[in-house]
């Protein structure tokens, strides 16, 4: 759970992305939001080791705010995916699977998808993670990828383009209550038979990293 002064922070950080104002608060910012999550994280352990996303932007690509508004955290995350959990003003995003799949990897699931028994799996991990409250995103394809059916019984799954299961909870009350630690470990692990079936049937990237 976070305390109200981490949404205190993260409101005054939208009106003050700076570097040097930074410096000056990241004591709250270490306090308020970087400290419950950790504690969040223990919580966590059975799921994996955390991975705490740096605050700054990376500014070499893309012009922007300095400072990211929000604290995101990786559970566990490997080669085929893992759980993801993000605390902004926009609300707390509960997540899990994989985001940014590389070509061989999207192949392999998309191999997976068209045979019948190994759809079954995933088809069981999406429906456990839905029971739970969490949507898959949306395919991003407009049509079926090259080399597939356009009429598959399951071409929704093949126009994805990223295998993720997600929540995003408005800010409310529970979430400076024990409460929020729970609803968190309870979504991530509604999330766990998807990301078993991943690690499994899609596997680790083989490419070359550039």
Same mark, same amino acid.
């Given at each position: ?95 899990g699977g994989l985001y940014r799949p590389a070509s061989d990897q999207l192949e392999r699931f998309r191999a997976a998808i068209v045979d019948d028994r190994r759809a079954h799996g995933f088809e069981r991990g999406l ?24 009429? *598959? ?15 995003? *909870? ?5 979430? *400076? ?34």
């Amino acid at each position: 759970m976070w305390p109200p002064e981490a949404l205190e922070f993260l409101r005054e950080l939208e009106d003050n992305n700076e570097s040097e104002w930074f410096r000056r608060e990241r004591h709250r910012y270490e306090r308020y939001l970087v400290a419950p999550a950790r504690e969040l994280a223990d919580k966590l352990g059975d799921l994996g080791s955390p991975r705490f996303f740096r605050p700054y932007n990376n500014l070499r690509f893309r012009p922007g705010p300095p400072l990211k508004e929000n604290l995101g955290v990786a559970i566990g995350y490997g080669a085929a995916g893992g759980f993801y959990f993000d605390l902004s003003l926009d609300g707390l995003l509960v997540a899990g699977g994989l985001y940014r799949p590389a070509s061989d990897q999207l192949e392999r699931f998309r191999a997976a998808i068209v045979d019948d028994r190994r759809a079954h799996g995933f088809e069981r991990g999406l429906a456990a993670a839905e029971r739970a409250g969490l949507t898959a995103t949306e395919p991003e394809l407009k049509r079926a990828p090259r080399g597939y059916p356009a009429d *598959h019984p399951r071409v929704d799954r093949l126009r994805m383009k990223r295998v993720v299961v997600s929540c995003r *909870h408005p800010l409310e009350p529970w979430l *400076h209550e024990p409460a929020c630690d729970e609803i968190v470990r309870a979504e991530l692990l509604a999330a766990r038979p998807l990301i078993k079936w991943l690690a499994e049937t899609v596997g680790a990237s083989t490419q070359t990293r550039g």
